[in-house]
């Protein structure tokens, strides 16, 4: 079970506190005795303890929000001199590094660092697609070359789609929403504090925006040293976000319409009926942002099965091989999709997806997907995107 931060827990508290959490259970099950010491005013104390027979090691965890060897070893070399100051006189020290995903060659960096400067120490690099490097006494047991597995690859990538669902793809919608203009945007539009005042604004549980912040101090996507809510990194965020939508393969049925000329006519009441918007390049055209032609226009309903239900008798599934005159989609956000998604022209008839919607969906699209994509990003994301400075 899941606990919430205080608000005002920094991102590399967060970082860290996962960090543990992941190293203590590997050791746990290679069969080590795990302990976290308890703290005493003025002593100096471990993250953990280890030990496994005559092996007992002082456990120093630094967490990084990257890889990268210029931000592990300095890392490295400051848990080392703690674990050290912290280990008692029938324990070693031992300094680990933990980063989301770090290369053998990084890994193999850091070792051979903590070999020439500190030979006396244990050393661990550790990332969370499954790649364990040790060096010390009893610690080769715990390599594991996970970060170049192909099977854990695809379970990073599943795990990479389960961190944007429905609602917290809406929370991030409100959490940007003040860098859009509301007529590509709908969402609410104000700086957030904390957990409570993001989960009144966005209409979800204090749980579920307690767990959201949670996964962004973990990631590094979020700062709040201005006293509010603010993203960071939204580069890497954006193209991380455009990866998991695009993981989900979509459900859609492409129907006819038997009356000739009448798609348009029928679309349109489609959407008056409930919660439907236009979708993909429909919608980017509908906000002047489209080049796409020859495209036949898609759709969001919250359920295919209802939409199809509820159709007139000249409404059917398209045979295949056959032109539609227009593609019903499943949304699989229905929160975020139809919270986010605006009315063109003032009609209830002509609600479209939002432009980060948009964005999302068309960048894996066979029909110059990708190229309708940079064309949105450049026109309106770009500034969004890159602001406040993330590097």
């Known amino acids: ?7 005002s827990e920094p991102s590399a508290a967060g970082r860290g506190e996962h960090a543990q959490e992941l190293v203590a259970g590997l050791f746990a099950e290679a069969g080590w005795k795990v302990r976290r010491p308890p703290p005493v005013e003025g002593v100096p104390r471990p993250d953990l303890v280890v030990r496994r027979g005559s092996v007992s090691y002082a456990v120093e965890v630094k967490a990084a929000p990257e890889g990268r060897g210029d931000r592990l070893i300095p890392l490295w070399s400051q848990a080392c001199l703690q674990a050290a100051r912290a280990a008692g006189p029938r324990q070693k020290p031992l300094a680990i590094v933990v980063a989301p995903r770090i290369a053998r060659r990084v890994a193999d960096q850091v070792l051979r660092f903590a070999a020439e400067h500190a030979p006396d120490a244990g050393a661990g690099v550790v990332d969370f697609a499954g790649r364990r490097a040790f060096r010390g006494e009893r610690l080769s047991g715990l390599d594991a070359a996970g970060s170049d ?9 599943a795990d990479q789609a389960n961190r944007f669902p429905d609602a917290n793809q809406w929370m991030l919608k409100v959490l940007l929403a003040p ?14 504090r904390n957990a409570p005042e993001l989960a009144a ?3 979800l549980s204090v749980m579920s925006a307690h767990r959201f912040l949670r996964q962004l101090r973990l990631d590094g996507f979020l700062d709040e040293s201005a006293g509010y ?6 580069s890497e965020l954006f193209s991380r976000w455009q990866s998991a939508v695009a993981l989900q393969p979509p459900k859609e049925v492409p129907v006819r319409v038997l009356i000739r000329g009448s798609a348009p006519r029928e679309m349109r009441r489609l959407m008056a009926r409930g919660r439907a918007c236009f979708a993909l390049f429909a919608a980017a055209d509908a906000l002047r942002l489209g080049f796409v032609k020859g495209v036949a226009p898609c759709i969001y309903v919250p359920r295919l099965h209802d939409a199809l239900a509820a159709a007139p008798k000249y409404i059917a599934p398209a045979d295949p091989g056959e032109a539609p005159g227009f593609i019903l989609r499943e949304a699989l956000a229905p929160r975020s999709i139809f919270g986010g998604s605006v ?8 609600r479209v997806c939002d432009v980060i919607q948009i964005w999302l969906d068309v960048a894996a699209h066979p029909a110059r997907g990708h190229e309708q994509a940079e064309l949105i990003r450049k026109r309106v994301l770009e500034r969004l995107i890159r602001e406040p400075a993330d590097e």
């Not at 860098?179 to 957030?192: C, D, I, K, Q």
């Not at 809510?229 to 939204?234: A, G, I, N, S």
């Open 201 to 203: 604004a966005a209409e």
């Open 1 to 7: 079970m899941e606990h919430p931060e205080p608000n």
């Open 229 to 234: 809510l603010q993203l960071v990194r939204r």
């Open 343 to 350: 009315v063109v022209n003032g009609r209830v008839s002509d």
């Open 149 to 157: 597995s192909r099977a854990l690859a695809r379970v990073a990538a």
């Open 179 to 192: 860098g859009l203009p509301e007529r590509v945007l709908s969402a609410p539009r104000a700086r957030y």
